[in-house]
């Protein structure tokens, strides 16, 4: 009888271990790491390491590796490009405990995550999107469109002054909270010297929450604004 007792007692402590352990699970967001033109998902290991070190998984961040890395002209927002995003979105939401993500891009990787979130109409399950470099109101170095230097990067699909893509995508919805990230130090957006379209930064997301102005180049914009990065999703 006694024996019975000790195992009852100690089956009944399993229990309420394995119950405090669930009540003490974090549920947060997955999170989506979206690299630029001709980039790896290593590009991002800053901002991967930063939300390690924050609590966060490896299982919550997904990490996709989409385009060519050899011919960054030949990459566009349609087709073969949008593959590995867009499934990538899809797995995270479907894992996502909250149901809902969060999308951290880079340069172009910020409007190809961004013509996912439309075309899929997602908007509402993403929490926060987070755009570093981008051309969202497109590149000077491209041309303006129809009259844009004859690349797929700077077609009809890319990112063009005036192009019907960026026209496409220009103030619909991304999420719940929307942040931009830029630079008037920008080798790539300002690469002609003129960083604005129209008036306005091209980093800048139309509706955006918040901007935040760093004087850092294209890529250390990506690289050190990690910590910016994972406190706009927190």
Not at 47 to 66: A, K, M
Not at 133 to 152: E, I, K
Request: net charge neutral.
């Amino acid at each position: 009888m006694k024996t019975l007792m000790r195992m009852t007692v100690v089956f009944g402590g399993i229990v309420l271990l394995l119950a405090q352990g669930t009540v003490g699970a974090v549920c947060r967001d997955n999170v989506v790491l979206v690299h630029g033109n001709a980039g790896y998902p290593s590009h991002f290991n800053n901002t991967y390491n930063e939300l390690l070190s924050r609590g966060y998984s490896s299982s919550e961040i997904y990490r996709p590796s989409w385009g060519s890395k050899s011919c960054p002209a030949c990459n566009d927002h349609n087709g073969s490009e949008e593959t590995p995003v867009r499934n990538a979105i899809n797995s995270a939401i479907a894992a996502s405990c909250t149901g809902k993500i969060d999308i951290i891009g880079h340069s172009m990787g910020v409007t190809l995550a961004a013509k996912q979130i439309i075309d899929l109409n997602l908007s509402s399950k993403v929490q926060t999107f987070v755009g570093v470099a981008a051309a969202y109101r497109g590149l000077w170095s491209c041309g303006a469109y129809p009259y844009n230097y004859a690349t797929t990067t700077c077609g009809y699909w890319g990112l063009s002054v005036g192009s019907p893509f960026l026209n496409s995508i220009y103030g619909d919805p991304l999420a719940q909270k929307v942040y931009s990230i830029y630079s008037y130090q920008d080798e790539v957006v300002c690469a002609t010297g003129v960083c604005t379209v129209g008036g306005v930064h091209s980093s800048r997301i139309a509706g955006a929450t918040a901007d935040y102005l760093f004087s850092l180049g294209h890529f250390n914009l990506l690289y050190y604004t990690d910590d910016t990065q994972v406190n706009l999703i927190q």
